[in-house]
């Protein structure tokens, strides 16, 4: 029986987890505790890095005790914490106190690319690996599609250009008044409106045709935007958003009209298609005999539905949705599966916030 301790700090999550892998490869998942930072950032409708190194340093050591109650150190084989990328001020939390208790508790530790877990946690509960397969990883940070050859192995298939999938959300939700983070509410909201409001196109780029551009289309809003004389009801939000952090659904939907919630679904429709065509053309390319879709966007109903209808002739998995955002059971899933295949680092090992997988 493996244990291992999983870190994760790279962007406004402070969480810790411990996952148990049985000798025939069967995980169970012991413990998960997550500090989210959304309150504090959302007041500035965006991750401010330093205000995260602030609230990890303050979050990090009660998160992994609540993520150890009840477990020893020495009941553990290794621990594994997210090398990168990330914000580097607020890897170095994690990683650094991830070193830290390897030293004190004669340790190994596992370093783990943060894409890896977020793949990871989309195979926790699938019965069987079938490569080729085709990783769709749609984050804040970022919209990259790689081919999965044998365990661990990827190769980097395509990528955003510009802005990934979740910060077009972000950034969308911050211009009409939806604060922070922007996901959740458009997917909320998006049913309520028609997707045929608006006819966004899909951006015309040479090269690789596997890759991603969502700049125009937060742009095309924008412009939508600059000509709906919606301003009003913009500022109502923001007022909405001042005495309410977290407003429900029927909050929103009675300070939102008809045109807006029109512009929320005809955005999602795009972005839905955007990253499943593109996904369907990667995944025919490498004769895929499986998919996943993973990362905070993967949390999406509207992309869960639409993925279900197209019926792939293979399955597509997604992670259960609250380990789709980021989560330390997923680096905890990577660690492990390194730390089976001999994977060791040292103490030396350094955080980087562009780390490539
Ligand atoms: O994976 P994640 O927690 O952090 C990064 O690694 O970036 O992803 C966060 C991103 C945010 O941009 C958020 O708006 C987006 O995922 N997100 C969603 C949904 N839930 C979170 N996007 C679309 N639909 C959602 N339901
Ligand atoms: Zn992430």
Known sequence: MLRILGIESSCDETAAAVIEVAPEGQRRILSSSVASQLDIHAKYGGVVPELASREHLRAIVPVVREAM?????SELDAIAATQGPGLVGSLLVGLTYAKALCFTHKLPLIGVHHLDGHIEAALLDAPRRDYPLLALVASGGHTHLFACLANGQYHLQGRTRDDAAGEAYDKVAKLLGFGYPGGPVIDALAPYGDPKTVRFTSPKMGGNAQDFSFSGLKTAVLRWYEASG??????????????????????????????????????????????????????????????????????NRGLRAEAEQRRFPFPVYFPEPKWSTDNAVMIALAGARRFAGGHRDGLTLRASANLSL
């Not at 109650?69 to 150190?73: H, K, S, V, Y």
């Not at 029109?262 to 996904?279: D, H, K, P, Y």
Request: no cysteine; aromatic share 4%.
């Open 230 to 299: 919606t301003e009003n009801e913009v500022a109502a939000r923001k007022e909405l958003l001042r005495h309410t952090p977290r407003p429900a659904v029927e909050q929103w939907l009675s300070a939102t009209s008809e045109k807006t919630l029109g512009v929320l679904a005809s955005f999602q429709r795009t972005v839905i298609a955007e990253l499943l065509n593109r996904a369907t053309a990667a995944a025919e390319k490498i004769n895929a005999k499986a998919m996943l879709i993973s990362g905070g966007v993967a949390a």
């Open 69 to 73: 109650a009840g477990l020893q150190f």
